[in-house]
C-alpha cells in the first residue's frame, strides 16, 4: 500500500516562509507527477502546484505563481513545496498527492492522497 506522508506545516506570519515535504512510501509502480492541493475551510479542494516526476516540468495555479516553488527528488522519492510571502488567503490543509496519468491540475488525476499538513497564515 503506498502512503503519502507530509510534513512541515505550521504557523507563520503573513510574508514568511515555510516548506512542505512529502515522501512516498514505495515506487512499486510508475509515478506521472505529484501535486499538492489545499483546502480551506468551507472550500473545495483546489490545485496548487505539481511536477511531472521525469522532466521535471512544473505547474502552479495562478494563485501561487511567483511565490511557490515544487521540486522533487526521484532517488528519494520526496517531493517539496516552498511557499514564499505567504498570505493569510494561503491558510489551508495542504495535500500532498500521487498521478499515475495526465491532468495534474484535476484532483481525478490523483491516485493516492496524503493525510494532509495545516498551513496558517497570520495577518
Known amino acids: 500500500q503506498v502512503q503519502l506522508v507530509e510534513s512541515g506545516g505550521g504557523l507563520v506570519q503573513a510574508g514568511g516562509s515555510l516548506t512542505l515535504s512529502c515522501a512516498v512510501s514505495?515506487?512499486?509502480?510508475?509515478?506521472?507527477?505529484m501535486g499538492w492541493f489545499r483546502q480551506a475551510p468551507g472550500k473545495e479542494r483546489e490545485f496548487a502546484a505539481a511536477?511531472?516526476?521525469?522532466?521535471?516540468?512544473?505547474y502552479y495555479a495562478d494563485s501561487v505563481k511567483g511565490r511557490f516553488t515544487i521540486s522533487r527528488d526521484n532517488v528519494k522519492n520526496t517531493v517539496n513545496l516552498q511557499m514564499n510571502s505567504l498570505k493569510p488567503e494561503d491558510t489551508a490543509v495542504y495535500y500532498c498527492?500521487?498521478?499515475?496519468?495526465?491532468?495534474?491540475?484535476?484532483?481525478?488525476?490523483?491516485?493516492?492522497w496524503g493525510q494532509g499538513t495545516q498551513v496558517t497564515v497570520s495577518s
Open positions: 514505495e515506487r512499486t509502480f510508475s509515478i506521472y507527477a
Open positions: 511536477i511531472h516526476w521525469n522532466v521535471a516540468s512544473t
Open positions: 498527492a500521487l498521478a499515475s496519468r495526465a491532468g495534474v491540475r484535476r484532483p481525478d488525476a490523483y491516485d493516492y
